[in-house]
């Protein structure tokens, strides 16, 4: 038996998620609370294994809620069921600690799978939220992955490749058939333009940017 507290400012809301979750014999419904101070009362009170959290309330928000529920209750997870869909919101509540996201335009069975996941310890998006979160982690993508081609000139970007490889200054310097102090020149710059001071930094980035295989 799962103990589930629900947590939402409009009543009637409360009422149609009690009946919802209480239609399935292995979820309980242990309380329920208007606002996220009370939630955390309750919290303590009654040690549900999770809370089913609305964001936007009166007095504490579902988001500050989530971060104290999570910090002083290990075992408890956290649920949010919210109509917010804008990416702001879904990140700060995900970073408070929340395991899950859904949107209140769910289905009911979706809401019971994404209890019992949680309650699990897995995490849990709708689709809507998944879709968003990839999205959001595609559009960086461009700004990261352009930053060696338009800040390295070509021979740079080789003399990195090098370096990550782990070959030394004379050995980068005799493959290029130049002085040693044209690569000294050209790592120098390479370090400048990237803020990165140290071979092993220099490792990583040429890693993450697929200049070298991993090793």
Do not use: W
């Amino acid at each position: 038996m799962l103990r589930v507290l629900l947590v939402d400012d409009h009543r009637i809301v409360l009422e149609g998620l009690r009946a919802l979750v209480s239609e399935h014999s292995d979820l309980e419904v242990v309380g329920v609370a208007c606002d996220g101070a009370t939630a955390i009362e309750l919290t303590r009170k009654l040690r549900p294994d999770v809370v089913v959290m609305d964001i936007a309330m009166p007095g504490m928000n579902g988001i500050e809620a989530t971060r104290r529920i999570v910090a002083e209750f290990s075992r408890t997870r956290v649920l949010v069921l919210s109509m917010e869909s804008e990416r702001r919101f879904v990140l700060d509540v995900l970073r408070a600690g929340a395991q899950g996201y859904l949107l209140k335009d769910c289905s009911q069975d979706e809401l019971v799978s994404a209890i019992r996941h949680v309650a699990a310890g897995e995490p849990y998006l709708g689709p809507r939220i998944t879709e968003m979160i990839i999205r959001a982690y595609m559009e960086r993508i461009p700004d990261d992955s352009l930053l060696t081609h338009t800040l390295l000139s070509l021979r740079e970007r080789e003399v990195l490749q090098l370096i990550a490889a782990g070959k030394s200054t004379k050995e980068i310097a005799f493959a290029f058939g130049v002085s040693l102090k044209t690569i000294e020149t050209q790592r120098h710059s390479i370090m400048k333009k990237l803020n990165l001071y140290s071979v092993a930094e220099l490792t990583k980035y040429a890693i993450r940017e697929g200049l070298t295989p991993l090793r």
